[in-house]
């Protein structure tokens, strides 16, 4: 039985957070394609189920109705109470893994996103705003390289939706540029998630968001 439906697309690490989160908690879900390269996202059917244009969107499917959550600190922040796992243990923590969130929205995975985003799929390597975004997301790994050397986790002492949130886009380092060896306790961190029971790749959760035509990478 399918009790979450998840749209996204396999090149979304935004997506790719709701998706880790529901594979790890075991919960019945199934993705449904979003075709992003070919503009679905700009779509008045998909602006219908989500104003702001985005993936991932995920819909509960309920006995009293359907519950429609867009933003992935959101849904991971929904699902962590629907299954009691990867939540906070107390007050502390849930501030604690609240501030991790926004950070990672606003300073790292949006900058990470966007400067893979014009690099890797648009290929404007040397474009200055590339090398904008870039810088800002070095800056951004390299706080949390600091943050990571002296603890396992990003927000509390065991994994919360905090590592799922900001861990989105750096399974793919050769995709946004980043040299690992530079950042040991960001791939020892990556490593502890990757050994989670029930861990998957990106590759092996969702669809790709690029039709055939349009396929570049
Ligand atoms: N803060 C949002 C970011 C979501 C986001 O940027 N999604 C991108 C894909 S990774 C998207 O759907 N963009 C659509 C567009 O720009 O048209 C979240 O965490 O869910």
């Known amino acids: 039985m399918t009790d979450f439906t998840l749209d996204c697309f396999l090149e979304s690490g935004n997506a790719y957070k709701a998706a880790l989160m529901l594979e790890l908690c075991g919960a019945g879900w199934a993705p449904r394609r979003v075709a ?8 008045d ?7 702001m244009g ?3 969107v995920m819909t509960h499917h309920k006995v009293d109705g359907d519950v429609v959550l ?26 604690e893994i609240l ?8 300073k790292l995975t949006s900058y990470t996103a966007t400067a893979r985003f014009m690099s890797h799929f648009q290929k404007k390597t040397d474009d200055p705003v590339t090398l904008f975004l870039a ?19 990003v927000a509390t002492g065991h994994p919360t939706i905090a590592d799922l949130s900001l861990c989105g886009y750096l399974f793919w380092p050769d995709e946004i540029g980043m ?23 990106p590759e092996e959760l969702m669809p790709s968001g690029m039709d055939p035509a349009t396929a570049t990478a």
């Open 99 to 106: 501030r991790w969130i926004l950070w990672d929205n606003h």
């Open 179 to 201: 040299d690992m060896s530079q950042y040991p306790s960001i791939a020892a961190w990556l490593d502890r998630i990757a050994a989670l029971p029930g861990y998957k790749r």
């Open 54 to 56: 985005e993936v991932p």
């Open 135 to 153: 810088a800002r997301a070095t800056n951004a790994w390299k706080v949390l390289d600091a943050h990571l050397k002296s603890r396992d986790f």
């Open 36 to 43: 992003f390269f070919t503009g679905q996202t700009r779509s």
């Open 70 to 95: 867009s933003q992935s600190g959101s849904i991971l922040d929904y699902l962590s109470r629907e299954f009691d796992r990867f939540g906070p243990a107390n007050e502390d923590e849930r501030r």
């Open 45 to 51: 059917e998909f602006r219908a189920l989500n104003i």
